[in-house]
């Protein structure tokens, strides 16, 4: 019985850590980022490159549509 509830706890917590939409860019909306970084001049500081990716795949991925809903405590 404890271990049917074990697998359970685990068959959830996995199912729940699974990747969502909003979380993850199509592999072509990063290849056309990284393209679109390559031409980016060098002369930026430090840090610049992963916050233009960042940029990039928010503006060409679509907003989850789903409003969490937040506990008032």
Not at 21 to 45: G, Y
């Given at each position: 019985?404890?271990?049917?509830?074990?697998?359970m706890?685990?068959?959830t917590?996995l199912?729940s850590?699974?990747?969502?939409?909003a979380?993850?860019?199509?592999?072509?909306?990063e290849?056309?980022?990284?393209?679109r970084?390559?031409n980016?001049?060098?002369?930026?500081?430090?840090?610049t490159g992963?916050a233009?990716m960042?940029?990039?795949i928010?503006?060409?991925?679509?907003a989850?549509?789903?409003?969490?809903k937040?506990?008032?405590?």
């Amino acid at each position: 019985m404890k271990n049917q509830r074990v697998l359970m706890v685990m068959v959830t917590c996995l199912a729940s850590m699974s990747i969502s939409p909003a979380s993850a860019a199509p592999r072509e909306v990063e290849e056309f980022c990284l393209d679109r970084l390559r031409n980016v001049p060098v002369s930026h500081p430090y840090g610049t490159g992963e916050a233009f990716m960042a940029n990039c795949i928010a503006n060409l991925t679509p907003a989850p549509t789903k409003t969490r809903k937040y506990r008032k405590y």
